[in-house]
Structure formats: structure tokens, C-alpha cells
């Protein structure tokens, strides 16, 4: 059985709730992602926050991102998967909520992110192409 551990990028950064999106934005530039999760001071997953949230929900609303925290843009309870689940547990759950990318936890802990790419490197033509028809259907 792959399990989400087996398919995940390890070694997922958080940004600390408390930390500005100018931060976030650096961040995702120094380690070439395009989303991270974001942490509370209880070391717990809070919520993600993608390159589009910094564009959309703070620099489109004429916001400062030196000024906006990262926990200010997460909302309601984050997705995520245990990190022994079954890959097809996985895709599932992203294609149910629409979600292109994914925090991985063991024991109550970030160990590791899935997203579009590591699918793309471990899933077959059918599953990659339904996985994407999936998630990009409107509601």
C-alpha cells in the first residue's frame, strides 16, 4: 500500500501565525513553493496560505504585506492527512474539497506536504487526469 508518507515532499517549513506575509512571501521564494502551512504558537496547523492569498486578500485589497500576520489569513479548519494513509484516501479527500495541496501529519506534528507535483510523480496517467479533472470542476 503507498501511503501518503511515501508520496509527500518532507520537510515542510511552516510560517508562524504571528509572521508578516512579507515573510510568507520570502519564504516561499527562498524554498520555491508556492503555499505554506501556517502554525499557531501551539506548534499546531492553523490553516495554509498560497502566493494567490498574499495577491488577492492583501495586496489587491491595497494592504501592506510587511503589515498583514499570516494568521489573519487562515480560515475555518485546514485539510490534512495522516501520514499512514492510503494514497487513494488521499486523492479522494483532495478531489471531494477541491484542494491541490495538502499538510501531512503524524503524531499531531507537520512532517511533510503534498501537492500537484508529488501526485504527478507518483500516480498514473488515469489517476493524475482524473485527479485534475476532479479539482478543477467548478462547484
Known amino acids: 500500500m503507498t501511503t501518503a508518507r511515501d508520496i509527500m515532499h518532507a520537510g515542510a517549513e511552516c510560517i508562524g501565525e504571528d509572521d508578516s506575509l512579507y515573510k510568507a512571501a520570502q519564504m516561499m521564494r527562498d524554498l520555491d513553493v508556492g503555499s505554506l502551512p501556517i502554525c499557531g504558537r501551539d506548534d ?3 490553516g495554509i496560505i498560497t502566493d494567490r492569498d498574499i495577491v488577492l486578500r492583501c495586496c489587491a485589497e491595497g494592504r501592506s504585506p510587511a503589515e498583514v500576520k499570516a ?3 487562515a480560515q475555518g479548519i485546514p485539510y490534512w492527512v495522516d501520514a499512514r494513509s492510503d494514497v ?3 486523492l479522494s479527500m483532495m ?3 477541491q484542494i491541490r495541496r495538502v499538510p ?3 503524531d499531531h ?3 511533510g506536504m503534498i501537492s500537484e507535483a508529488d501526485l504527478a510523480r507518483h500516480l498514473s496517467d488515469d489517476q493524475l487526469a482524473h485527479f485534475v479533472e476532479s479539482v478543477c470542476a467548478t462547484k
Open 44 to 46: 499546531r496547523l492553523h
Open 71 to 73: 494568521g489573519e489569513l
Open 88 to 90: 487513494g484516501q488521499v
Open 95 to 97: 478531489e471531494q474539497h
Open 104 to 106: 501531512v501529519i503524524a
Open 109 to 111: 506534528r507537520l512532517v
